[in-house]
């Protein structure tokens, strides 16, 4: 294929040609050894060998930007809604889990309610897992959830065991509600959900064993309750999915 | 003291998100938007210039949304993400039926560039003389040395020749050679 002996006129031409692919590795081996051997003579070659691994390795080094401006107003914009699961038709009945009002059929009303409880779960939990004490608020009722993050270790003590019966009830009653239909789900979201039930599990595991050795950490015990508050999202909206199927 | 491995729970809760935004939480995929943007915008500006990167990048979201039903879980998400946001660019340009004769007028353009650069554009950010190269050889520079493509996949992608695409790439790079000091 390459023919021109070592010092022939267009041999110059012929490697440097090809010292792309001699750096991707795409020679063989006795044409990588016939390239370096111009090379070694050659110092146009040479550079620009050199100049060209550099190259490669600059284009690794890039660092990303977000844009200018933020796109997700207008991203959002254009979402569609995802079907029942995500905004059920005002007035329609859907199935729900039992432990929104111990019935399998609400309307709007009651899934306002069930909405506003989980809100209060959600809150309780963040404000049981901080210890009762919140930047911005020092009254006793639950507040509302904390978005941002904490790094000073200020929080009191937690029960050691960190429990909230409220909490544990909503779960498992949303667990209840997704075992008896999930065989409305299509088998491969079924798949992701229980997937993703297990990371979650093994992360508020690893959180709570975090914040019982540290139980001053408040970053860590917000951690925790983002967590647990995205168990109850994530059952949640599993549970409606399957009652949206159906 | 903290016990948990923070290389996981990240990775975790993309996962977590994608589900719910899947199921219609568009809190969650708010958050997978604030995760991703930097390197779906880069990557679309890269690709398509500066011009078109935040339509680009908005046409990627929207359809990660449509789409997010066919997100198995098998990849990560912003690897599932990222193909997205090539199959968007690409089909946005090839819609305007202009990119082969663009490539075509690139490879002239290539041809009667010089080898290397004028000294007044040594100090050029790097990443800006990628947004000058000629459309084709930018488009396979960024798949292959910046993405990571292969030249058969990206000789897929753009409907051309392996050949084709290895001397693009080859040309992309001897015409960079000469903004590294950027």
Redesign the interface.
């Known amino acids: 294929m390459h023919t021109i002996p070592p010092g022939a006129a267009g041999e110059h031409e012929m490697w440097s040609e090809r010292l792309s692919a001699y750096l991707d590795g795409e020679l063989k081996n006795a044409e990588c050894e016939r390239l370096e051997a111009h090379v070694a003579e050659c110092a146009a070659c040479a550079v620009a060998l050199a100049e060209l691994r550099e190259v490669m390795a600059r284009a690794h080094t890039l660092v990303d930007t977000p844009p200018a401006t933020d796109l997700w107003p207008a991203i959002e914009a254009q979402l569609t809604p995802r079907g029942a699961a995500a905004q059920p038709e005002r007035g329609r009945v859907i199935a729900g889990p039992s432990w929104w009002g111990r019935r399998f059929e609400l309307g709007i009303p009651q899934l306002a309610a069930a909405a506003a409880v989980l809100v209060v779960i959600s809150a309780g939990v963040m404000w049981m897992v901080m210890g009762g004490t919140l930047r911005g608020s020092n009254v006793a009722a639950p507040p509302a959830p904390m978005r941002g993050i904490e790094t000073a270790s200020t929080g009191p003590a937690v029960p050691a065991d960190l429990s909230n019966p409220r909490y544990d009830a909503a779960v498992a009653e949303l667990e209840q509600a997704l075992a008896e239909g999930k065989g409305k789900l299509d088998p491969r979201t079924l798949a992701v959900v229980q997937h993703n039930l297990q990371i979650i599990d093994n992360a508020i595991a690893d959180a709570r064993r975090a914040v019982a050795a540290d139980p001053g950490n408040t970053w860590l015990r917000s951690h925790l309750a983002e967590t647990m508050k995205k168990k109850v999202e994530l059952l949640r909206s599993a549970t409606m999915l399957a009652s949206a199927q159906g | 003291?903290?016990?948990?491995?923070p290389n996981?729970?990240p990775a975790?809760?993309d996962?977590?998100d994608?589900?719910?935004a899947?199921?219609?939480?568009?809190r969650?995929?708010?958050r997978l938007?604030?995760s991703h943007?930097?390197?779906i915008?880069?990557l679309a500006r890269?690709m398509a210039g500066d011009d078109e990167?935040?339509e680009l990048?908005?046409m990627t979201?929207?359809r990660a949304?449509?789409k997010l039903?066919t997100f198995?879980?098998e990849a990560k998400f912003g690897t599932w993400l990222h193909r997205v946001a090539i199959n968007v660019i690409l089909g946005r340009r090839s819609t305007m039926k202009t990119e082969r004769s663009r490539r075509e007028a690139g490879e002239d353009v290539i041809e009667t560039l010089p080898a290397r650069p004028a000294a007044t554009e040594h100090r050029m950010d790097?990443?800006a003389a990628i947004g000058k190269l000629p459309s084709g050889a930018r488009q396979i520079?960024v798949l292959h040395?910046?993405e990571g493509f292969k030249h058969e996949e990206i000789a897929k992608l753009l409907s051309i020749n392996v050949g084709t695409s290895?001397a693009q790439?080859?040309r992309a790079?001897?015409l960079?050679?000469g903004h590294?000091t950027g």
């Open positions: 003291m903290l016990s948990v491995d996981t729970v975790g809760s996962a977590v994608a589900t719910l899947a199921a219609g939480d568009a969650a995929f708010e938007y604030r943007v930097a390197r915008h880069s890269r990167a935040e990048t908005q979201f929207v949304w449509q039903s198995r879980g790097f990443d520079f040395d910046v290895k790439l080859h790079r001897m960079l050679r590294l």
